[in-house]
C-alpha cells in the first residue's frame, strides 16, 4: 500500500501487465496503420509515459507530437471552452491517433475533437491507457484501449492525485 496526500492506495495493474497490453496495443496500430505515416498526438500530462512506451514499440514510421488542453470558462453560458496548447502543427490530409491517459466522464475528448475535425484531418483514433465505461457522460468512440477499469481514482504511470504519483511504475487504486 502507498499513501499520497493522506489517501491510500493499493496496488492495482502491475509493471508487466501494462507493459504487455501497450506491447499489443502498438503491434494492433502498426497491422493498422501500416504505409500511413500516423501522426499520434498525446495529451499532457497524464499521457506521457504511455505515449513513450507506445511508440517506442510501433513497428512503422510515425511521427509524435504533445499538446496540452487547457479549460477555461467561456463569456457565454455554454460554460467550459478548451484551448489546445501547443496545436501548432498542420494535421490536414493526415491520419491522427490521440493517445490519452484516461477517458473518465469523457468531457475532455467531447469537446476537443470536434476543433480538430475543423482541420480535416484523414482520420482521427482515439487510444487511450485506461476507460471507466461506468464513468461516461458524454459520447466518446474508443477505438483502442489497454485497460477498462471500474469508476474508482487509479493513479501512477503517468497518472496523478493532485500532481503526485505520476512517477510510479505500476497503477494503484485508491483504498475504499
Ligand atoms: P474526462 O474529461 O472526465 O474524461 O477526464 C479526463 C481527465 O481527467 C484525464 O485525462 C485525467 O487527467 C483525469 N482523470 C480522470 N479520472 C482519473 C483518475 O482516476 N486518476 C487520475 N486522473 C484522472
Known sequence: MITIHNKNF?????????????KNLAEQISKDYDGMKPLFIA???GAFMFASDLFKELEIEAEISFIKLASYKGMKSTGQVLTAIGLDFDINDRHVIIIEDIVDTGKTLHSFLPQLRHSQPKSIKLATLLHKPEALLFPVE????????????????????????RNLKEIYQIEE
Open 10 to 22: 493499493v496496488p492495482y495493474i502491475s509493471e508487466d501487465e501494462i507493459k504487455k497490453k501497450v
Open 43 to 45: 495529451i499532457l500530462n
Open 142 to 165: 474508443i477505438d483502442y484501449v489497454c485497460f477498462a477499469i471500474p469508476d474508482k481514482f487509479v493513479v501512477g504511470y503517468g497518472l496523478d492525485f493532485d500532481n503526485l504519483g
